[in-house]
């Protein structure tokens, strides 16, 4: 039986946080009363980006953790990305939010998504036995 207890935790936990930026994305839309695009308003295209930039890089990077999980890949890789790529989704987020422009928010967060995403691409592509 296939068993891949450390994809499934942080998948739990990216599950949440894109559950938690799906409904600042709703309760924004409600309350501005914009149903379709972001009504010119960059507070809530700030977090319309949040939701999205997190939906555009977290499936892919969890297909390379299952895949690099099912290769038997070492523990602490998988979580070294796991962890950089839960704080770098949040992080993001957040600096996104709070922030019409960059910020070092939005700028570290992409850095620890990136190495998620460099980190296990090449964990795949270099540990396949």
């Not at 039986?1 to 709703?26: D, E, K, R």
């Not at 967060?109 to 998620?116: K, V």
């Amino acid at each position: 039986m296939l068993h891949t207890p450390i994809t499934a935790f942080y998948g739990g936990l990216l599950g949440i946080t894109f559950m938690y930026l799906s409904i600042l994305v709703i309760k924004s839309r409600r309350s501005e009363k914009i149903s379709l695009g972001h009504g010119e308003n960059p507070h809530f295209l700030g977090v319309i980006r949040a939701h999205g930039n997190f939906a555009e890089y977290v499936p892919l990077i969890l297909i390379l953790m299952l895949v690099a999980e099912i290769n038997s890949a070492h523990e602490a890789v998988l979580h070294v990305t796991g962890a950089a790529l839960v704080i770098g989704r949040i992080v993001h987020a957040y600096g996104l939010k709070h922030h019409s422009g960059v910020s070092w928010q939005r700028v570290s967060g992409m850095m620890l998504t990136f190495a998620a995403l460099i980190g296990l691409s090449v964990q795949n592509i270099l540990f396949l036995y």
